[in-house]
């Protein structure tokens, strides 16, 4: 059973096994699901979204050696758009904020593929520089100014 196949047996997710992958993504057809079905797979701050994604990473990795391992990212109903623009926007006031004040900017209540992918936005600001601090589920990423290594 392959893995749209297995989220089709979901209940109350009766989906038909539509599902586009496309490279490492694979878009779940949310014609025909409800607008409440499409909140509830997608959960609060995509919480379901990245869970149904780790499953299937997880799922597609089994067995495979680390170099043959793949990664694909579950995308329903565009989320992924959306919070990557927001991601954009929350990084953009993050690099503002700390070159008007001086002072670190803390970033919370990110998942660890949006930590990356914030570390990933900022790295062109070479005047900055980010990292993550904390231990799950209260872990943080941190823009600053550069410092002089």
């Keep these: ?4 196949s297995w989220l089709a047996c979901l209940p109350p997710f009766r989906i038909a096994p539509q599902s586009r992958w496309n490279d490492e993504w694979l878009t779940i057809d949310s014609t025909s699901l409800t607008p409440d079905q499409m909140q509830h797979l997608t ?3 995509g919480s379901v979204l ?3 994604q780790y499953l299937a990473n997880t799922t597609l ?3 495979r050696a680390k170099e043959e391992q793949q990664a694909i990212t579950v995308e329903l109903n565009g989320y992924r758009d959306r919070r990557l623009a927001e991601l954009q926007a929350m990084a953009e ?3 503002q904020q700390v070159r008007e004040t001086g002072e670190e900017y803390e970033m919370a209540s990110l998942s660890a593929a949006e930590r990356r992918q914030v ?5 062109a600001h070479e005047d900055l520089e980010t990292f993550s601090q904390g231990v799950e589920p209260d872990r943080r990423l941190v823009v600053r100014r550069l410092q002089a290594s």
Aim: charged share 10%.
């Design 50 to 52: 990245d869970a149904i």
């Design 1 to 4: 059973m392959n893995f749209s």
């Design 93 to 95: 006031a993050a690099a």
């Design 119 to 123: 570390h990933t936005l900022l790295q």
């Design 61 to 63: 990795n089994l067995g």
């Design 43 to 45: 959960g609060e701050n």
